[in-house]
């Protein structure tokens, strides 16, 4: 009971702060909302090598909020501030380098028997949840882009609630249908998903100038939206369910009551980023 107090006031405070930031600082293209995804992908990547450490996949909590931070800092630099968008392959090829050639100094007593699990992990953290969340900061680019970030929110927290409200109130007789996550239910999976596309259908009905939808093809073009994008939010957490069983952790890590780490928080939002950027620009 007190993990679900937690959770709920994680919830109702977070909610209010996430949508100000989003509407109140739209300036340099969402420089405000850019900076707290470099931070959150600096983070996440570090809890990540912590759990990579316990399978002997060794890069230091440093270096990987460095290496997490890559992508999202080179995307924050195109989009905010105009510089070149070959940024990101560059900043890529830096941090690649720096795994490759470190491997030369980072040994003890001529074992080099780590070097291939340092890369792996290297190069892991650079990519999860780093580059994924990037996908968040070129969001910014569209036109409508207080609207697009805003929906993009509300569909991964939608399908999260609702998962998560159901599983509780009617997942008792249908759970397990993912051994990596047991408590995990048909209707908690029904209920996100259900909930992902009624976002993206009352967005599109409701704000047709952020969608400017085709008159015969905006109900199909919402419903895919959501659906797809609904999908993603339940492969992330289940991805991230994987690493950590993997790993023999519970949680990421434990700077947000009644979630975990930071990374327990964005495995979903991580993985539904680039989908829905796609899905968006493709349809609207």
């Known amino acids: 009971m007190n993990k679900i107090i937690q959770r709920l006031l994680i919830f109702f405070m977070g909610i209010p702060a996430i949508v100000a930031l989003i509407v109140f600082f739209p300036q340099y293209n969402h420089l405000a909302v850019n900076i707290a995804v470099i931070a959150v992908s600096s983070m996440g990547a570090a809890e ?11 890069v230091s ?12 800092l080179s995307m924050t630099l195109s989009v905010s501030f ?11 090829i830096v941090g690649a380098s720096w795994l490759l050639a470190s491997g030369i100094f980072f040994h003890k007593n ?7 699990n340092r890369l792996a992990a290297g190069f892991s953290v ?3 949840p780093g580059h994924f969340l990037s996908w968040i900061i070129r969001m910014s680019l569209f036109k409508h882009s207080v609207i697009v970030i805003l929906i993009f929110i509300l569909t991964v927290m939608a399908n999260d609630s609702a998962a998560w409200a159901f599983g509780i109130l009617f997942g008792k007789g249908n759970r ?7 408590n995990k239910s048909i209707a908690g999976f029904a209920a996100g998903l259900l909930a992902s596309v009624a976002v993206c259908v009352l967005a599109v009905c409701l704000i047709p100038a952020a969608f400017v939808p085709d008159k015969l093809h905006w109900l199909p073009a919402g419903i895919f939206l959501g659906f797809f994008s609904g999908i993603a939010v339940s492969l992330g957490d289940l991805a991230e369910s994987a690493i950590k ?3 023999d952790v519970k949680d990421s890590g434990f700077l947000i009551p009644g979630r ?3 990374l327990d928080s964005v495995d979903s939002v991580a993985f539904t980023a680039p989908v829905f950027f796609m899905l968006y620009r493709f349809f609207f």
């Not at 270096?63 to 999202?72: D, I, R, T």
């Not at 105009?82 to 890529?92: D, E, K, R």
């Not at 001529?110 to 291939?116: I, T």
């Open 176 to 182: 397990g249908i993912f051994s990596v996550s047991p």
């Open 110 to 116: 001529g074992d080099f028997s780590q070097v291939l």
């Open 82 to 92: 105009g510089i070149s968008s070959q940024l990101t392959p560059a900043f890529f």
């Open 61 to 72: 909590a440093p270096e990987a909020a460095v290496l997490g931070a890559l992508s999202p």
């Open 126 to 128: 650079m990519m999860y």
């Open 245 to 247: 069983r993997c790993c």
């Open 260 to 262: 975990g780490g930071v």
């Open 48 to 58: 990540f090598s912590h759990m990579l450490r316990k399978k002997q996949f060794a």
